[in-house]
């Protein structure tokens, strides 16, 4: 081999490439739209990119997996949180996190409502972009869950049980109810923990701040579920002006029968 | 040194030296908040610490390039820089641009965009000085009508770099757009055009230390980057498997990275065989350490630890934990920082209008505490990251609750850290009172009564 040949080996295999690289990323461009959902980009969502961009969010967290490794991934925080909890934890992330419990605090970032609702929004989008599966199992953002029983995140539940399945699906994101109720006893995320819940159920309708519909320990938890605001657990973060954070939309997020397989699966927490 | 010109050179060196020295401090700030709590919480958090961190890097870096090539051009094309005036000129208006842009991220001035961070109107100013950086050399260049292979691959490199930053100029409304154009910088930088300032810089030095035939350097010089771009063109898209673009990404991504290790190890070969063929005879053996570090550090770096996450399968589960930053750390060492030290420790002597060619035993401290800093920075990042892409990506365990898990290996990265910032400091003394002083720490390390050293000779008693 000689210097020139090697020289036309460089020049004709970065010509080439570059070639087949351009072609690909124009075709990209004939699929991003759908791929991304890009005609919901409304003027909102691109206001919360640009919050997003100026607050320097990326240099603590991951989105889509890039960014520091500081703070929690936020790929699909929006779905596992709702907007609810969201405002409330930007508006003062010390609510809900200490330095002395978990060692790191997100700082008051100051911002505006108008801000957070931009920020959700955003955030809410890029929840929807299809990464071909990724994560492939739920990141939460705390919650080790001590002594539950040990069905691995977003594993397929292998029987036809519907508490088993229940199960499984308390572990998935959406509707990623583990990121913010654990099954053990006493460990408090962003709501309540759910071990005895079955129990305490039977006892809440006694409660006379009760207001709900609900008759048995079943339709409390069913109503829990679909309609959390109706009554809202005593704790001093449970809810902003009676409105619980935990999520309102699961009665379009989940079918009936899944709904039926979570309160199955709850009842079995005595 | 021939050349008088070649001496701008040496004030490019001297900012980047004290600019690697602040990012190593806002490193092991960083490093420390991991720990927490953060008693600079509410001034200086996390994020601007790490995107100082970060900046800095790319910045003194780039000088570090740009004062080799004011070093390696003159000399290769024979002839003095066609304007020393600008050149000067433009190392100050790059070094303002670098400070006001770190200081800007202390209070906030951020285009909040990894790696990118820098805002519009500063990267309009890295565009222009880019510009004047790249008209000084192409006339210098054209001036002299000649120009080796050695050198046009660098300046390929450079031409490319400034090129390839355009993209992250523009605001794309489309997050996914946005992240897709990023890697056309950050990527096609570290594993495609800056691969091309680096084997530019290590052919140079190794025909220089070792005297071995240029012919037969540059040849595989251009095999060796024929590779990476083979390679790293397609390669881009081990980012793109979990954006939100078509899934045929995921093959070629997948595929192609795989290959790119090759060009690493072509060039950790291509020192060995240069080096085999004359020993470690040239008196500069601070270079030579630098320059071999650098072959071996950007195999084990970017070859091994690259290769080691960029399979899809694996990716799944390791993209977005410390994995990533265990390969960033070793590899932008070994392949550009490493390179850089080496540029500088080989010219110093000439530039400084010494004769003898001496490193100095505080040098070689210098160089064995980095190299042990950064392997034991590696680990530590390493098993943090293991454990974080089990507990947090397999198990589902929350995100806090494992960073609780992972105070062990933060206390090891913060302590091999600064092992490896002693040896930063111990280069800056080296570098501002050692190598330039007549007396103090300095050793001959040729041999006693041997023949002065010179590339005709190692060639000789290579054969
Ligand atoms: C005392 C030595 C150092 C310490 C303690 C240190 C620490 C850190 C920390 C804590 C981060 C933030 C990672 C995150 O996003 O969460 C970081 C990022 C980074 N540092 Fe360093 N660093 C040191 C030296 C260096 C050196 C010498 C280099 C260059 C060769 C370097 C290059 C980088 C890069 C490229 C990133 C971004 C990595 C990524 O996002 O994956 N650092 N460093
Ligand atoms: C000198 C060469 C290289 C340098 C300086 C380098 C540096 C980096 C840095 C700084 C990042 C983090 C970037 C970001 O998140 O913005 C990164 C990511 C990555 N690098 Fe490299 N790299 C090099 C070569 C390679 C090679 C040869 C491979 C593959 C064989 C590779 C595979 C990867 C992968 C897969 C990621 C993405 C990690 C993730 O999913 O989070 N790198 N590299
Ligand atoms: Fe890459």
Known sequence: MTKRQTRLFFLGSTLLFAVIFIGLTLDTHRQITALTHAEQLTPEVLAGKRVWHEKNCTNCHTLLGEGA???????????????????????????????????????????????????????????????????????????????????????????????????????????ACSGCHSTAEGVQLVGPSLAGIATRAAERLKDPAYRGQAKTAEEYIRESILAPSLFVVPGATFAAAGRSFMPDNFDRLLQANQIDQLVAYLMTLK | MRFKSQRVAYYYF????????????????????????????????????????????????????MGAAYYVVPEESRTEIYSEKLAYGQLIAWTLMGLTTVTGYVFGWTAGNKLLEQPFPMKLVIVVVML?????????????????????????????????????????????????????????????????????????????????????????????????????????????????????????????????????????????????????????????????????????????????????????????????????????????????????????????????????????????????????MTMAFATAGIVQTYLEHIMSIGYLDTQHKLAVHF?????????????????LLDFFFVMVSPRAGVRTTAREGAAPWSPAAAAEAGK
């Open chain 1, 69 to 175: 490794y500081y703070a929690p991934d936020l790929t699909k925080i929006a779905d596992q949180r709702g907007a609810a909890y969201l405002s409330q934890f930007l508006k003062n992330p010390s609510t809900f996190y200490s330095e002395e419990k978990d060692r790191r605090l997100m700082p008051n970032l100051n911002l505006g409502d108008e801000q957070i609702r931009q920020l959700i929004a955003f955030l809410t989008w890029v929840s929807h972009i299809d990464t071909d599966g990724w994560p492939p199992r739920p990141l939460l953002v705390s919650g080790t869950f001590p002594g539950a029983r040990t069905v691995r995140a977003g594993q397929e539940a292998v029987s036809n049980d519907p508490v088993a399945l229940g199960e499984a699906l308390f572990r998935q994101s959406p509707p």
């Open chain 2, 14 to 65: 001297v900012v980047a030296v004290l600019l690697y020295a602040l990012q190593i401090a806002l490193g092991l700030l960083s490093a420390a908040k991991y720990l927490g709590p953060d008693p600079l919480l509410h001034i200086l958090p996390f994020d601007k610490t790490k995107e100082i961190h970060t900046n800095l890097l790319i910045v003194w870096v780039l000088t570090g390039f």
């Open chain 2, 132 to 376: 004047a950086f790249l008209f000084n050399i192409g006339m210098t260049i054209r001036k002299a009508g000649r120009w080796t292979t050695t050198e046009g691959v660098l300046v390929a490199g450079l031409v490319s770099a400034a090129l390839l930053y355009l993209p992250a100029l523009i605001d794309f409304d489309n997050y996914t757009v946005g992240v897709f154009y990023r890697w056309w910088t950050v990527h096609l930088w570290v594993e495609g055009v800056w691969e091309l300032i680096q084997g530019g810089l290590l052919a140079f030095l190794l025909i220089r230390l070792s005297g071995a035939d240029r012919e037969v350097m540059e040849k595989w010089l251009y095999v060796i980057v024929g590779l990476t771009f083979i390679s790293g063109i397609l390669g881009t898209a081990h980012h793109y498997y979990w954006i939100g673009v078509p899934k045929y990404w995921v093959a070629f991504g997948g595929f192609f990275s795989a290959l790119e290790p090759l060009s690493f190890f072509g060039m950790a070969v291509y020192a060995y065989s240069a080096l085999r063929r004359s020993g470690l005879s040239h008196p500069n053996r601070l270079a030579l350490h630098w320059t071999i570090g650098s072959a071996v550090y950007s195999a084990l770096g970017a070859g091994i630890l690259g290769l080691a996450h960029t399979w899809p399968a694996v990716n799944k589960w390791t993209h977005g934990t410390l994995i990533t930053a265990m390969h960033g750390h070793m590899a932008f060492f070994g392949a550009y920082v490493m390179i850089v030290l080496a540029m500088i420790t080989y010219a110093m002597p000439g530039l400084i209008g010494r004769d003898e060619e001496k490193s100095s035993a505080l040098g070689m401290w210098a160089f064995w505490l980095q190299v042990f800093g950064m392997f034991g």
């Open chain 2, 411 to 427: 206390i090891m990265l913060i302590a091999t850290g600064s092992l490896f910032a002693v040896g930063v400091l111990l280069f």
